[in-house]
């Protein structure tokens, strides 16, 4: 992977891969309710993958630059396998780690480039990915740190 | 005082015989019910004998409002805004006296700012007032310039009360409890400016008025009230203290912050209707120097109502209470009966008109000209609305 | 003041006597020996000032209080004498013989209560009611609501809500407290 | 006849030339003064349409009239006071009593139309050109036709209250309720709020009156706890309270349970309504909580035969094992439920569906079943080292206390969590003699418990350090000790306009040993007595489920309610959805009534 459109097509890859894990667990749980919200996470991919594809073509500018809040929830909970009656607190946990992971791949890759134009790109794909992570960890603090 | 035992014979005040009317030597005529004066809507019935007044009786009931019978319907803080109404030029009476017998029957103590307002206020309107019947008394002799001095003059003391309460005439400002607000930024340096206008303008009045040939030939001798009458006709006020009864009960009974106010009861020594207008114009004098000491001595902050229940249900427990104040014209008072419920059981408010206007004017107009009638009444500073309620 | 409400209670069988303020003592006597009490404390005891007499409706135990309310210059006090009159028989002496206003009030009373005072003079005229049709006005029964509601008309175009009704009429119509 | 008194009128040519004292109208003009009581103003945003104007209008000048941009919302009856300036007398007493201090004057007195009805108009609503003027009357600072604060609630002392789980609040006597009770306005906007839509002004007057036996009655037709939530109900009738803009709401829990605490248990019967003649049809409930109490109270009343399923040995569910007796005294709670059971209700304690009794079996026997078996499962932290064995739930340790059994917390505890369970562990454990301290991750005013409750435990001397995230639980040297490792935490806005979020501060970490750890940080369902296949038929999602109008489900049979199948997850909400579920099986089982009202609505 040493060109840009090599690794825009890889990340572009992870995202329907993404789509694809949630909508096999959607397949798998045991609940309506549950299902429709995998459904919905494995929608959220979809949506990451059209803003890659628009990066790819040039409509839109990844921004690097921007700086993105990391609540760190997800850096300090224990993981969760996947299985048939996970609950809405797992799944959250799941989706939250999977964008933390690929926070920290582009970011890793990043560091091993020179500075330069697949630089940028890395940087800009983390920054995505830590955007997809505080959208869920948001979801969390909404919604399961109720008491807490 | 000494006993009145020489007027307990019934005769003195008993009602004239009925003049023959069937023999065409008298003429009916009725002054009013338009202001006869500015003394408010009443009527005179007069029986004539040329031009002199042989039968007086008097008719009221052109303001009858039922003030007493709204109040048995209305609860207690919505009577505050109905009193008012009850005399229309001193209305800050009406509010005072409502408001301390609800006060006593409920045990609520108001605040001492409160008390110096108060009696500011009360001052203010016994200034505005006197003004104005000033201006009647000289209309009702002829003389219109003087009405136009002090009845425009009094506008600026209205202007007073529209600072300090928010309304000019109707002021409702004070409530059971205390009073509604504290004084505006600048009040005491205009309200100074007006006093010392209004002193200024009472020495042209005098010396028109007073030093004036034709006002004295006429009002000199005019319906005199004499110290034997004062008790049985129950004749109050500076009508009363112009032949020499020193009663006032701001100085008998004190209220408010009247003993810590310095002044002194004026009395006269023959009460015809001139000695009664100059002992008003010397109380008018005595207002201001009172309004001045209330300035001076008002507290500037510190609560102006006491701590309420909530009005909106507000029970009083039974009792009953006769609250008075020296008005203008004497003892204005409120007799006031509760039954523990959200309303009144009684009120009975007694303005010193009820018998200045009809049992003492009906006795003093008999053998006088009919051209003087108007200055009579007017010299015995009546308001039909108090009558009649 | 002790002393001379001991002696009316003896020589008047006054009672109730109630200190009800500073300077303000009520106290009740029968209609019969009210006229003579009067008479007795204007002349004997100084209460020469009538300020003023009225009366109260106590509908519920079927009486008219008629008060007459005394004051004594000298001693700066005032006396509130209470006299039940029964509704049935709404009659009282007059005193317009002892004070020369009386007769105002007792006019007065005669048309707001419809209370008689005979021998009183001129009690009959009209006072403020000229061409009153309904019953005295200022008995507890005249509803002046009701009074106002069949005379005059209401001007067109209002209504109202009440807060709470209007607030379960449109949020939570089927729950809260059942009808009955 | 002096010549002095002949010429001295004279004097009157002197003044000839003076200025005028009046003023040329309409050349110049005369503003009122600034506190004029001229025309009327509303800040229509600010009114909450309490109505209280239109109440102490002594001339009925002001009528409350329906506004549509303010239509339905909490705290506002959506009506506005419109004034008709031909009875009007200017007094401004409804500036004085106004609630919210919406309602003032203009300084402005000249208005002039030839058309009358325009002086009938709704201030603030209908455009007027004095509406923003910044003079006119207001209500002067200090002046109040309405007590602003509250009768204080007697309490025991902190030191006194940590002493025994004796109750901590004293109750108001009858002058103090009095007293309070007249602070009441009697709008109903807390109706409105009130999940039960309590009939809470009526009550409150039935204070005034001295009339507890009415007042009691009043409060049994919308709940049949009410000497429970006179205690702790999470009062959101007093979160709108009109009296509480500008000053402290009317005590209406407080005022509720004196109500109940004035009338003895055993008058219960005589005072209240009896249950009609049985109607022969037969409802199973699971679960003796507020929310199935109340759906069996009801029920009852209609002369249905009911059978409560507890899995416990006694009722009251989350109110006896999740309420400490110090907030809610056991013999209150008894007080309620003895009154349920005194009408017939059967509650069949020990007795936990799909063990006991299979929810199949209760679908068939009977012709209804109401399920409001709420939140009992802790939420856990997902930590590292949650499991560890000193790590307690709050639930249980408030269930032990509640039963008499010892929790062995230790002497030195931290409770984690900012709900009324986290407050009420580290009460319970002050109580038990322990040295708390509460570790939440945001600041203590965003904690969901109630404000009271956070107060109290600190007077109790609970230390509580906000913003303090857990992230570890780790062993300590000894087995009955326990290591929590914590965070600090900035607190970041949400740009989105939600509540601030916290971020950890990993560079500020600290780590502390306990006897225990208490977990607090929130419930959710137990659904294990329902197969996988009802909960997907009953559409559980999560372990909770929006039930349909009159608490029905999917299922024809089968009515909700109560924690898990609502919002607020409070006793007071649960009650409602008891009894709303009533209502619901109430037409349901009298299916002439049901069919009827089907053909009006179509």
Redesign the interface.
Known sequence: MNTVDEILDYAIEQEQLAADFYEDVAQRVETAGMKKILLDFAEEEKRHKKILLAVKTGEHELTPEQEILDLKISDYLVEVKTSENISYQDALIIAMQRERAAYNLYNDMAQKVPDGKLKHILLGLAKEEAKHKLFFEAEYDERVLTDN | MTQLTGHSSALDFAQPEPVDMASGKYVKLWQGPQHPGITGNMSLELTLDGDTIIDCKTHVGYLHRGFEKLMERRSFIQNFTVVCRIAVPEPTFNEYLYSHAVEQLSGIKIPERAIWLRTMNLELMRLASFLMWIGGMSGAFGQYTVPNWTTAYRDFVLDLFEEMTGARIYHMYIVPGGVRAGLPDGFEKRARDIMDGAEKLLDQVERVMFNNAVFKARSKGLGIITPDMIDPYGIVGPNARACGVERDIRKDEPYLAYDQLNFETITGKDSDAYERAYLRLQETRQCISLIRQCLDKAPKDGPFQADMPNVLHWKIPAGETYVKAECTRGEYGYYMVTDGSEFVRRVHVRGPSYTHAIAVMERLAVGNNIADIAGLMVSLHTYPPEIER | MKDMLQRLQRDFNISDI?E??L??T?FHVKKQSAETLL?EL??RE?Y?????M?C??YIEDDIFTL?Y?LHN??K?N?L?IHVNISRDDEAMISI??????A???QRELREMYGIRFPGS??VDE?????GWDQIP??R?E?D??KFSEERFGH?A????????????V???P?????EK | MSLKDLLSPFFVWQRAFEKPYTTLRPTLDRPGAPAYRGFHINITETCVGCGSCQTICQNNAIDMVAVEAYAGRAGDSGLRPRFDYGRCCWCGLCVDICTAASLRMSNEYAWISDDPDSFHFTAGVDDKPWQDNELGYRRAEGYHLNPPKRIEMPMLSAQESLKSFAEVTLGYNEEQAKKEADRCVECGICVATCPAHMDVPDYIHSIRDGDYEKGLQLMYRTNPFPATCGRICTRRCESVCPVGILGEPVAIRWLKRFIVDQVDKKDYQRILEKPIASTGFKVAIIGAGPGGLSAAYYLRQQGHAVTVYEAQATGGGMLRYGVPSYRLPDAELDKDIDHITSIGVEIKYNSRIGKDVMFESLLENYDAVFMSTGLSVPSSMRINGENHARVLSGLQILADVASDRDPGIGKKVAVIGGGNVAMDAARVSRRLGAEVTILYRRRISDMPADEEEIHECQQEGCTIVPQAIPVEIIDADNKQKVCIKWGEAKMVDDPKGGRARPVLQEDKMHTETYDCIISAIGQSSNLDYLSKELQEQLAFEWGKLTPAEYQHTSMKKVFVGGDFANRTADAISAIEDGHHAARGINRFLNPDFYTALEKQEN
């Not at chain 3, 020469?48 to 003023?52: A, I, K, Q, R, S």
């Not at chain 3, 317009?96 to 206003?101: I, V």
């Not at chain 3, 175009?157 to 379960?168: A, C, I, T, V």
């Open positions: 109630t009800r303020q300077r303000l009520t008479r204007r002349d100084g020469t000032h009538l300020n003023f009225t109260i409706d008060v309310m210059y000298d700066k005032t509130g317009h013989t002892l004070w020369a206003q007769w105002t009030y003079p001129r009209d006072f403020c009611l000229e006005p200022m507890r005249f002046t609501k001007r175009g209002r209504q109202s809500e009440q807060p709470r009704k209007h607030m379960k449109e949020l939570y089927n729950r809260g407290g059942d």
